[in-house]
């Protein structure tokens, strides 16, 4: 294949899987695997036939974080002058929802990488920091703006300052995750939520998540307004007709995804 950090392959109707495979790093992000990551997904979100990424490592490691050893020698000009890891904003642009499927350990920019997804699935072994702290540096691939978001400033502010880590649990009770899974069926578990979202109407899919996002990134009038646009929007799919029609005689929607 193409890629040497990732796999990439199909896993059933409607749904596309990325394993990050650097398991001697313990799935350690280069800027090689920053670029097959958001790659890849870029090029998944673009076709019509998907209609849910899921993003997930290995038992021991989602990602263990930013590749310290190919930090380690930049300078500041260097990091600056290539802006350093703002290529991962390209995941972000990615229109489709991402999965996120953690075990083990999601630390620094695994971290920043699971909430760079649009749900979050933990196994019940799953362990989430941000130590950048520790190794003399912050976040760098959105962790204090998205942790602070989803966890509130109390939690973040311990996270980031501190370089504790945190588990499954605690992670769930925080809002960082939506659900705590067995290790041993997470990826069926995270395939079948998959499986469940590329099942509905492919537009309505994207517009929640640009929807949900725009409450992310804006205040609440502004939001309410997004929102609403959208939702008028809704009524010029073929899938709205669809769905409502199925309703009212009773039965189950096949949607067009269009
Ligand atoms: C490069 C890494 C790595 C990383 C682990 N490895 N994490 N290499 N970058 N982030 C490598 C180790 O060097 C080691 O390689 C191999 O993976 C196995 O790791 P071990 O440490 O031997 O495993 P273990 O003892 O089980 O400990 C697991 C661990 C620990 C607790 C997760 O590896 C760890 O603390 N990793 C660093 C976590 C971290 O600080 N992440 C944040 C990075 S900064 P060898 O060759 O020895 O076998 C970041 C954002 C920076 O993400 C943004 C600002 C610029």
């Known amino acids: ?57 290995s038992a021991k490691a989602f990602a263990a974080g930013a590749d ?26 990615v229109r489709v929802p991402l999965i996120a499927a953690v075990s083990g350990y999601a630390l620094g920019g695994g971290c920043e990488l699971a909430m760079m997804c649009d749900v979050l699935i933990a196994a019940d072994n799953a362990k989430f920091g941000q130590p950048e702290i520790t190794l003399g ?7 204090s703006q998205r942790l602070t978001r989803a966890i509130g400033k109390a939690k973040a502010m311990d996270l980031c300052l501190t370089g504790r880590m945190i588990d499954a649990a605690e992670a769930e009770r925080s809002g960082l995750v939506s659900r705590i899974v067995p290790a041993e069926s997470l990826l069926d578990d995270a395939l079948a939520v998959a499986a469940k979202i590329a099942s509905m109407s492919r537009p309505a899919a ?22 609403r646009r959208l939702f008028h929007g809704t009524f010029a799919t073929q899938d709205q007709k669809e769905g409502m029609a199925a309703f009212t005689e009773k039965r189950e929607p096949k949607f067009l995804h269009s």
């Open 1 to 57: 294949s193409e890629y040497e950090t990732i796999t990439v392959e199909r896993a059933g109707d409607r749904v596309a899987l990325i394993t990050l495979n650097r398991p001697k790093a313990l799935n350690a992000l280069n800027l090689r695997a920053m670029r097959e990551i958001t790659g890849a997904a870029g090029e998944l979100g673009q076709d019509p036939d998907v209609g849910a990424i899921v993003l997930t490592g």
């Open 68 to 93: 310290i050893k190919e930090m380690q020698p930049q300078s500041f000009s260097d990091v600056y002058a290539a802006d350093w890891f703002a290529g991962w904003d390209a995941l972000s642009r």
């Open 137 to 143: 540096v912050i976040p760098g691939m959105g962790g």
């Open 206 to 227: 994207m517009m929640v998540k640009e929807a949900v996002n725009q409450a992310f990134e804006s205040g609440l009038a502004d939001g309410l307004r997004f929102e």
